[in-house]
């Protein structure tokens, strides 16, 4: 029977791939007991591989990590691949991708015509990390060399109104779509949800910026949590604001729950809305999605509020498979593909 290697006099534990980069990575220590560390990339396009028909092909995430600490986020488990399985190192530990405009030129010969490319799908392009290494706006300076590309982005961040030079540049001469998430428009509500997000009422002041700019954008209203973020009118309210915000679309989906997620979702529950924990437990009960009832009333209640406030665009109208998804069926495709 083959034995394991002997540990080295460290007693280190040996790691391969993503775990051995991201073992190797140099730290600087920040606010929030953050750390960030250095990490090396073979490539910074990674092919998007779901059995929901999603709507990009690739997604680029320039960190690993993100510093917001929503308590909601479903992509801590990510660390998971780096043997970090304390959910909260993912907001703790920020991994920085070394050379991504080089990899992107590279990577980038990859992509077939008709290929989107989503830009912040596992971590936020414009978290505070953005400000220091300035990794998302080198990935946008190479997409701006650039013609033909299909690319959208994903943040809760008005830092994106820093780059509405390049924007313009990406713009005109390839399909861009930006997503701003707004969550709720309760600044209390807000702050404890997403720790260290902005406000949001600077994400809805990042919307009418770029609107006003001559840009597609949307709001993502996700997730909305059962007796938290999800009453009828709290909706509304959200909705009614993209809309005066300038907002071309808008899209919403329920809460679902991981196992890495609900890690420090529930404690936050016990914390801060104890009466709901026993809801939660059940609702969530063996499933990381809610029941298809619960689904179908929020996306007829949606679909509604998109309609009466204008923000179900014409599609013919539309040059991103983004705006022309996003609004309409991506809500009813992601409730009934799990």
């Known amino acids: 029977m083959a034995t394991l290697p002997l540990l080295p006099s460290s007693d280190k534990p040996r790691f391969v791939g993503i775990a051995r980069l991201a073992a190797e990575g140099e730290s600087l220590r920040e606010g929030h007991n953050v750390e960030y560390f250095t990490i090396s990339a ?3 396009l990674n092919r998007c591989v779901s059995r929901r028909a999603l709507p990009f092909t690739w997604t680029i995430n320039p960190y690993r990590g993100c510093e917001f600490g929503c308590r909601y986020c479903y992509a801590r488990y990510t660390h998971e691949f780096m043997e970090m399985r304390d959910s ?18 590279h990577d980038l010969l990859r992509v077939k015509p008709g290929e989107s490319i989503a830009l912040g799908t596992a971590t936020d392009p414009y978290q505070p990390a953005e400000r220091r290494y300035g990794v998302t706006r080198a990935i946008l300076e190479e997409f701006s060399r650039h013609r033909g ?17 390049l924007l313009q540049q990406i713009d005109g001469a390839n399909r861009l779509s930006i997503h701003i998430t707004v969550t709720t428009l309760d600044v209390d509500l807000a702050r404890i949800l997403e720790p260290r997000a902005p406000r949001p009422d600077l994400r809805l002041d990042a919307v009418r910026t770029l609107r006003q700019a001559g840009l597609r954008v949307g709001v993502s209203c996700c997730p909305l949590m059962p007796g938290i973020t999800d009453a009828p009118q709290q909706i509304e309210a959200v909705i009614s604001a993209a809309a005066d915000a300038g907002a071309d679309h808008l899209f919403a989906n329920p809460l679902f729950l991981k196992p890495c997620s609900a890690a420090v979702f529930l404690p936050f529950l016990e914390q801060n809305f104890p009466n709901l924990v026993e809801n939660y437990r059940e609702r969530y009960r063996d499933r990381a999605f809610l029941p298809a009832s619960h689904r179908e009333r929020l996306s007829q209640l949606v ?3 998109r309609e009466k406030y204008k923000l179900t665009p014409d599609p013919r109208g539309n040059k991103t498979k983004y705006a022309n998804k996003w609004p309409g069926k991506a809500f ?5 593909l799990f």
Do not use: P
């Open 332 to 336: 009813e495709e992601q409730m009934n």
């Open 42 to 44: 073979k490539s910074l």
């Open 88 to 105: 909260m190192e993912f907001e703790q530990k920020i991994y920085v991708k070394q050379h991504a405009a080089n990899l992107l030129c």
């Open 149 to 165: 590309f299909e690319l959208g982005i994903v943040t809760k961040s008005n830092l994106i109104v820093r780059d509405l030079d």
């Open 303 to 305: 679909q509604r509020l």
